[in-house]
């Protein structure tokens, strides 16, 4: 499709600090402090943690920096990007995917987000004082299959994610960035001070820091993986759309290294806040997904102030879902607006509404709807929730890494991916042949073993 925007002077971030805070925005969220702490308690703490570094700072940087590159280079949407690199072929494919995987991402995400916000509201008004913990699952299994309230939560999450894209770029997605991505920082560093000074708490940090390597088998090596492309929002064109938005000056492979730097900073710290304040109370740090909803509010009920620090607890999380999900709801709102010429409002609120509507079928398919059964490879089935869960996380992120590195090294081909990396040279970057054959090679093969994995294909899928 002609580009009908030609003309039309693309929006810019204000400052390399505004970018960096909006991309590590999109990136930490509730992979970092939700999934990544139970995942790293169920394969082995610290040396998952080590496995999970190397995924992220190899396959992990190669991607994303590829992802900057497109985007910068094609100053388009996730879409308008590769259809200006690669005129004529079907290469635009690879950003449908991701408009695709961000309308699934952000209607179950948005559903997760509305619960942190009601468990904000519950710690607050007092919910869960005194209850035993053994009451605590079936309190979150009540409200999360509840037909009504839990829609209402992420109703009001997703009026916050649209308000904040309405904005744009600079007075939207950049300012909020920057106010909320210090004060995530800050309340980190509050429950993480919590949780080591509790008598006991040690126990926690020695469960970090201690690798036990008879843990690490393929399986923990994928699921590390897989966790890197969602922690770094990678594999769907976010970082794409935020690559489009670059000044030309603007040095990408050390901002690619920041973000990730501060994403995996963020998930490790998150880990020394969750396992002390567990290890203290002598709860088990293999808790699986539930950890955070079901186990956390009895072990703030236990600590002295446990109100105050359960209430900024919850309230960190949902901060960090918020700058998550305006960068899903960028790339299609960028991509609706530039290819239709829509007014950015506009697309943000009909866009975000039918997100809601399809997170409201996932909300309701823990409850009224759980009889919707969708058959998954290594499963019995799963409810509509798992399946844009699986299908996004599973399918198509790592679908979409492998579309864009193989796009970067082998069409768009590598001369031209350097002179963007470099500025058209002014830049040096020494790992420009190292690179090449991460991105040309070595990260699709990796890739096209997760996917393979995640299909189910080696057993019972991450
Ligand atoms: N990276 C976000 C998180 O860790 C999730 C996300 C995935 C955001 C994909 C954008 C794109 O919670």
Known sequence: MENKNIGVEREHWGSRFGFIMAAAGSAIGLGNIWRFPYLAGDNGGAAFIIVYLIAA???????MLCEFAIGRAGQQNAIGSFKKLAAGTPWWITGAFGVLAAFLILSFYGVVAGWTMA????????SFTGVPADQLPGIFVGFITNPIQP????????????????????GGIEKWSKILMPAIVAILFILMFRGMTLEGGMAGVAFILNPDWSQITGKVILAALGQAFFSLSLGMGTMITYGSYLEKKENMPSSAATVIGLDTGIAILAGFAIFPALFAVGLEPSQGAGLVFMVLP???DTIPFGMFFGTIFFLLLAIAALTSAISILEVVVAYVKDEFNIPRATTSVVVGFVIFLLGVTASLSMGAW????IPWPGTEGINLFDFYDNFSAKVLLPLGGLLISLFTVWVWKPENAFRE???EGKLSFAWLPAFKIMAGIIAPIVIVIVLLYGFGVFGAGI
């Not at 468990?119 to 007092?126: A, N």
């Not at 759980?370 to 059964?373: C, P």
């Open 370 to 373: 759980s009889h919707i059964v």
């Open 119 to 126: 468990y904000v509201w519950m710690t607050i008004s007092g």
């Open 298 to 300: 009895a072990v703030f």
């Open 57 to 63: 700072f190899l396959i992990g940087f190669t991607v």
């Open 151 to 170: 829609i209402i939560w992420q109703a009001i999450f997703m009026v916050l994610t649209v308000g904040i894209v309405i904005a744009g770029i600079k």
């Open 421 to 423: 990396i470099t500025n």
